[in-house]
């Protein structure tokens, strides 16, 4: 699975956008771009991903450079329930059953700030 | 509801005693993972399964064991041979290699092991 490269913490006003970028540089064409995040203390939870188009769901937006180099995470109104650490993932679509299949890679993350 | 369940949430051990993490998916997911999280680190991943009674190393499989007997259940053994038992235990589940390759994980809340 193709590395990615995010900044360590970011800080964000609350009501404002939260614009998390990533970078995934070595990403090869049948790899997906997954965000989660975690909350202190809890599992994580699943934000969105997307192959090549934009994606948008009831938590936020995915938007992938025509290149797929690189992608950003777009939280529209970020609440204070908002904070927490968002990773960035890639992960290969492998359908033989003994490859290396669903398994996701998580590194370090942003730890996201919102401030009042 | 559907979900994950992990327990107990807190779990204390003597060093050189092995101890054994529950997860159960009422989901109906085909696979399942047991990632380790580490104080201010990402996720890394200690085994997974795709299919009962079929289960695969991740990347510190070692000092541990799984089983996959069920479907719902992939509980995790901690033995004495892990030289660093203390950490969070988070275990997800899939939707696997059939009806949705790029089903996102979903996780538990985790189960926090501490050995002295």
Known sequence: DAKTTQP???????GRAANLPCNHSTISGNEYVYWYRQIHSQGPQYIIHGLKNNETNEMASLIITEDRKSSTLILPHATLRDTAVYYCIVRVNIRRIKAAGNKLTFGGGTRVLVKP | ???????????????????????????????????????GQGLRLIYYSQIVNDFQKGDIAE??????????????????AQKNPTAFYLCASSMGQGASYNSPLHFGNGTRLTVT
Request: proline share 6%; glycine share 6%; aromatic share 10%.
């Open chain 1, 8 to 14: 360590p913490s970011m800080d964000c006003a609350e």
């Open chain 2, 1 to 39: 509801d559907g979900g994950i369940t992990q327990s107990p949430k807190y779990l204390f051990r003597k060093e050189g005693q092995n101890v054994t993490l529950s997860c159960e998916q009422n989901l109906n997911h085909d696979a399942m993972y047991w990632y380790r999280q580490d104080p």
């Open chain 2, 63 to 80: 000092g541990y064991s799984v089983s996959r007997e069920k479907k719902e259940s992939f509980p995790l053994t901690v033995t004495s």
